[in-house]
């Protein structure tokens, strides 16, 4: 079989061949090439959206086939998953930023402290500017001393998010983002598409990939991916 290719007309891009998800029912998702842009994927319930999403981020592994990305290894060989080893795979998850549907509150923990804890993790540059700039893009300023438990369902929604753009990442992974988010909660979600699309369209290698069952944010989509489902 032919080799992916990850670039055309000097285009970087992200794909996967003969990917089928995990799970008691294997789902198998067309082999599928994405250019850099805001990408939304769609499908029946049960058609897997949510696990590609997690087999993209590197969270969850493919029954079989594997997903290609267009970032080198630190030895400059091309990174595939699952197949990479550590230091490939720690390259693919710093270029990588997730929002899953729901997420696991840390008690006790407070929500700037919870930031930091997480740039000190992934080594992100200037981490308190990083942190200090993710509450106030966020609106997230006045809860920064509040426990992460006690935050409001919509605060929670702007926290994952918060988190997930830390370290600038080329791929951004949303599963269901506006959910639970309220009106200026979804305004400050689509800008930062929006800044996503400017960036793919400048010819910067970078991806959105999300899924919207709400429809709240289809009309920034520059490709959509339809998972055929069982």
Known sequence: MDPVPLTLAGVQRLAWEGLVLPGRQPVAVPDTV?????????????????????????????????????????????????????????AVRGCTGYVPQEGRVVRGMKVAAALAYLAALRAVPEPRKAVAAALRRWGLDGAAGQRLEELSGGQWRRWLLAQSLLARPALWILDEPARGLDHDGVILLRA????????????????AVVVDSEGRLVDLADQCLVLPGR
């Open 34 to 90: 994405l250019a850099p842009g805001v990408v939304l994927v769609t499908g029946p319930p049960g058609a897997g959206k949510s696990l590609l999403l997690r087999v993209l981020a590197t969270l969850a592994v493919p029954r079989r086939g594997q997903v290609h990305y267009p970032w080198p290894a630190p030895g400059g060989e091309p990174v595939s998953f699952p197949g990479a080893g550590p230091g490939a795979l720690a």
């Open 192 to 207: 930062a598409l929006e800044e996503y699309r400017a960036a793919a369209a400048g010819r910067r290698p970078v991806w």
